[in-house]
C-alpha cells in the first residue's frame, strides 16, 4: 500500500474521532470582538497540539494570545500551517436553527459558529498530520509548524508585530494559510493572494443633544453631514474619488489575466447564491472575475438617529458610519488613511472623525512556485479533477506579516470549504464529507512537501 493509500485509510477510521474533536472546540466560545472564552480556547488549542507531541508556546500579545506548535521532520524543511481560533460573533442569534455554540451534526454537516471558519479546518490538519505520521511509521517527513491566533476575525491587529519578534521559532520553507476547498461546482481552487483592508470609523456631531424634527430648518443634522462626506469618497462610477488612492495599485499581470480567464464562470452561482439581480457596474462574465484587481471603498455599517419601530421625529446630533477599503498590490494602508484624512479636509469636512480599527496589505504569491505545483498536483489526486489557480481573493487575510519578514515563503490554500459554508452567518456549517477531503489533501502536501 503507498504512501497516499495509508493517509486515506488513517483518516477514513478515524474520521469519527476527528469530528468529536472539532465538537468540543467549537463548544468552546471565543469571539475576539469581547474576549469571550478566549483564554479557554487557546488552552484548548494548546492541548490538542501537545497530545501530538509538538513542541507547543502558548506566546501573549497585546490582545489574544498566539498558540505555537513545533514538530521536528526527518528533512530540514519545514511548512507552517497558520489557522486561528477566534470566531465571529454569531448574532442574530434568532436565525441560528440550533445554538451556535451547541454543535449539531444534520444533513451530513456539523453546524456551530466557527466550525468553518476556523477551528473545523484547524482540526483537518491535525487529522492530516496524524495521518502521515502513522503513514510514516510515527515520523514526519518534513518539519510542521502551526500557528493558530486569536484575533484574525477583528484584524489581526499584533500578528505583524509578533511575527518580527519570534522569527526565528517561525522559520519555514512555505506556508499553508487557512482557507481552500472546492468552488461552486466542486472543483478543488488555490488562491494565492489577498487584498489588503483599511477599516475606519467616521463620525460627526452636530450638537450637544438631538433636536426635534420641527426645528429641521435650524438645526444640524449629523445624519445628512455623514452622508454628504460619504458622498465624497466615491462616484456613481464606482471611482474612489481619494486623490492619489489608484498611485500605488499594480495591475494584474499578463499571467493574472490569464488564470483569472481559466477560471469557470460563476455568475449564476452568484445570482442564486445572494439574490443579485444586478452586479456592480453591470458587470457579466468575465469580468466579474477580472474586478477583483480593483480596489474598493465599501460603506460596511451606518448608525445614527431613531430606529426603532414606529416614528420619531427627531434630528440626530450625532452619526457614525464604519467603511473598508479593500487594497490591491502595492496599495499602503496607511498610505491611504492619510490620503482619506486629507480628501475630507479638503473637501470641508474636517469636522469628521476619522478612527482606524484595523490594517491589513496586500499579498500575493507567484503561481509557479513548486508549491503551488504541488498544492495542485496533490489536489487533482484527492478531488479527481483539476484544480484552479486564482491570483487574487476578493478578501483580506494577514499573508503579509509572515511572507516578506520570513524570507518571501509561497503561501497556498488548501483546506475544508465550499462556497455555501456560510461563514460570519447564521447556520454556519461544515460538511463532514469536505473534511475528509481537506484533510486527505493536506496530509498530500505535508507528505511531498520534503522533496521540493
Known amino acids: 500500500m503507498n504512501t497516499s493509500a495509508k493517509i486515506d485509510r488513517f483518516l477514513e477510521e478515524a474520521l469519527d474521532h476527528y469530528i468529536e474533536e472539532t465538537t468540543t472546540l467549537c463548544a468552546q466560545p471565543s469571539i475576539s470582538a469581547t474576549g469571550e472564552g478566549i483564554k479557554e480556547c487557546a488552552e484548548l488549542v494548546a492541548g490538542l497540539l501537545h497530545e501530538r507531541g509538538f513542541q507547543v508556546h502558548t506566546l501573549p500579545t497585546p490582545g489574544s494570545p498566539v498558540v505555537v506548535g513545533h514538530h521536528e521532520g526527518e528533512s530540514e524543511r519545514t511548512l507552517l500551517l497558520y489557522n486561528h481560533y477566534d470566531v465571529q460573533p454569531p448574532e442574530p442569534l434568532e436565525l441560528w436553527t440550533t445554538p451556535p455554540f451547541e ?56 500578528i505583524a508585530q509578533f511575527v518580527d519578534e519570534h522569527r526565528e521559532l517561525l522559520q519555514c520553507h512555505g506556508a499553508i494559510w487557512e482557507g481552500g476547498g472546492t468552488n461552486p461546482d466542486g472543483r478543488p481552487k488555490n488562491v494565492l493572494g489577498v487584498r489588503g483592508i483599511l477599516y475606519v470609523e467616521l463620525f460627526v456631531e452636530t450638537m450637544e443633544r438631538d433636536g426635534h424634527s420641527g426645528n429641521a430648518h435650524l438645526l444640524p443634522n449629523a445624519a445628512w453631514r455623514l452622508h454628504r462626506a460619504l458622498g465624497s469618497l466615491k462616484g456613481l462610477d464606482e471611482r474612489v474619488r481619494i486623490p492619489g488612492f489608484y498611485d500605488a495599485a499594480k495591475p494584474p499581470s499578463k499571467l493574472d489575466l490569464e488564470l483569472l480567464d481559466a477560471l469557470p464562470d460563476y455568475e449564476e452561482w452568484w445570482r442564486e447564491e445572494f439574490g443579485v439581480k444586478e452586479f456592480v457596474l453591470g458587470r457579466r462574465g468575465r469580468d466579474l472575475d477580472r474586478a477583483v484587481f480593483e480596489p474598493t471603498c465599501n460603506i460596511a455599517g451606518i448608525k445614527t438617529g431613531y430606529q426603532g419601530k414606529g416614528s420619531k421625529t427627531v434630528i440626530p446630533a450625532e452619526a457614525l458610519a464604519k467603511v473598508d477599503f479593500r487594497l490591491v498590490p502595492d496599495q499602503d494602508p496607511e498610505d491611504i488613511l492619510a490620503k482619506l484624512r486629507t480628501h475630507l479636509e479638503a473637501e470641508g469636512f474636517a469636522d469628521v472623525e476619522v478612527t482606524p480599527i484595523g490594517y491589513m496589505w496586500p499579498a500575493k504569491s507567484d503561481a509557479d512556485d513548486p508549491l503551488v505545483a504541488l498544492t495542485a498536483r496533490t489536489a487533482e489526486e484527492v478531488y479527481g479533477r483539476p484544480s484552479l489557480i486564482s491570483p487574487l481573493g476578493g478578501g483580506s487575510s494577514p499573508i503579509y506579516a509572515f511572507a516578506r519578514p520570513l524570507g518571501g515563503i509561497p503561501v497556498v490554500h488548501a483546506g475544508v470549504g465550499y462556497g455555501g459554508n456560510r461563514i460570519h452567518a447564521p447556520d454556519e456549517h461544515l460538511r463532514i464529507a469536505d473534511f475528509l477531503q481537506g484533510a486527505r489533501h493536506i496530509g498530500r502536501i505535508l507528505d511531498g512537501f520534503a522533496g521540493l
Open 103 to 158: 454543535p449539531a451534526i444534520r444533513d451530513g454537516a456539523l453546524y456551530a459558529r466557527g466550525v468553518k471558519d476556523d477551528k473545523g479546518e484547524f482540526v483537518a490538519r491535525l487529522a492530516a498530520v496524524d495521518a502521515v505520521r502513522a503513514a510514516h511509521g510515527g515520523s514526519l517527513p518534513c518539519g510542521v509548524t502551526f500557528v493558530v491566533e486569536g484575533e484574525e476575525e477583528t484584524g489581526s491587529p499584533h
